[in-house]
């Protein structure tokens, strides 16, 4: 079985935050909460991902994949890391998904979602193997 992209993996990541759903606004992937985008998950290759990061924004755009988003919106704390031949760093992205939600989604989303870093010893974001905020289903 072949292992999914850090694209897909990613994807599936943001849509299992409450109410998260994707769209193609402009021919790429993004995933909104009530209408508001949260991830923006370009198309084709390479990879890139852009999200909100009102708090490690800096410290991201210290990482050499990482830049200001284009359209003004690095203006406003986005950040858009592109990966052409290094390996995305999977849990890092998905503590900046995190990050963009809380940023993004209604304070009373955000209050059903565990403490950000709560179960991962302080680091805001939910591990790729860890649902955020959300209970398995029961059958």
């Known amino acids: 079985m072949a292992t999914p992209s850090p694209r897909s993996r990613l994807r599936a990541l943001a849509l299992r935050y409450p109410e998260a759903r994707e769209d193609f606004p402009w021919g790429e992937s993004v995933i909104k909460v009530r209408n508001k985008v949260f991830v923006f998950l370009g198309k084709g290759e390479p990879f890139s991902l852009s999200v909100k990061l009102p708090h490690s924004s800096a410290l991201a755009l210290s990482l050499p994949f990482a830049t200001p988003t284009a359209y003004g ?3 406003s704390g986005w950040v858009t890391a592109l990966f052409d031949r290094r390996k995305p760093p999977l849990d890092l992205l998905a503590a900046w998904i995190d990050e963009s939600y809380r940023a993004v989604a209604p304070k009373t989303l955000v209050k059903t979602l565990p ?5 991962s010893g302080g680091r805001p974001g939910r591990s790729l193997r860890e649902p955020a905020g959300r209970k398995p289903r029961r059958s």
């Open 73 to 75: 919106l690095g203006k």
């Open 115 to 119: 403490d950000a870093g709560a179960e």
